[in-house]
């Protein structure tokens, strides 16, 4: 994990990710999301199995995943994921990457609305492990099956 330090009441870190595959039945992805209190205590996590077109789009569809699930009082939020060009894309740093177009836009749309403060960092692959094993856990599911993952994380770490 990466520690978030001076975090007050109704700040959040979440975590993000996906594993992409595109097989004979399509392309696929597991995507995944932890979210973190102040006391980087864990309050949610969730995977889910979705069709999308790239890679990038399925790390799209996990940040929306997490954004669509933020506690009511969130007031700060960091939203880490390990893929630069689509938290790059979401930011405004540089032009939305191909095949992600869609959902980066409604995510920069839906964060517009939103009633708190929303930081979307890059961070290092090796920093984002229980995402990724969430998002892997999720790849082999049916399209659209999706469940809270707080007791696999509790039983797998």
């Known amino acids: 994990l990466v520690m ?8 959040y870190v979440i975590y993000t990710d ?6 004979k039945s399509g392309s ?14 864990l309050v949610d ?15 799209a569809k996990a940040v929306a995943f997490a954004l669509q699930n933020l506690p009511a009082d969130a007031k700060r939020v960091k939203v880490l994921n390990d893929n630069g060009p689509v938290v790059d894309g979401i930011t405004g740093y540089s032009a939305i990457p191909d095949g992600a177009y869609g959902t980066v836009y409604s995510i920069r749309k839906f964060i517009d ?8 960092i890059q961070i290092p692959r090796e920093s984002n492990i229980l995402a990724d094993s969430l998002s892997n856990y999720a790849l082999d599911w049916p399209n659209d099956t999706g469940i809270s993952c707080i007791e696999h994380l509790n039983t797998t770490t």
């Open 113 to 120: 609305r939103l009633a708190c403060k929303i930081a979307t």
């Open 4 to 11: 978030s330090p001076n975090l007050q009441r109704n700040d």
């Open 28 to 41: 696929n992805a597991g995507i995944a999301f932890l979210i973190y209190n102040f006391e980087m205590k």
């Open 18 to 23: 996906a594993s992409y595959r595109n097989d």
């Open 45 to 59: 996590a969730q995977c889910k199995h979705v069709s999308v077109s790239c890679v990038q789009e399925a790390e």
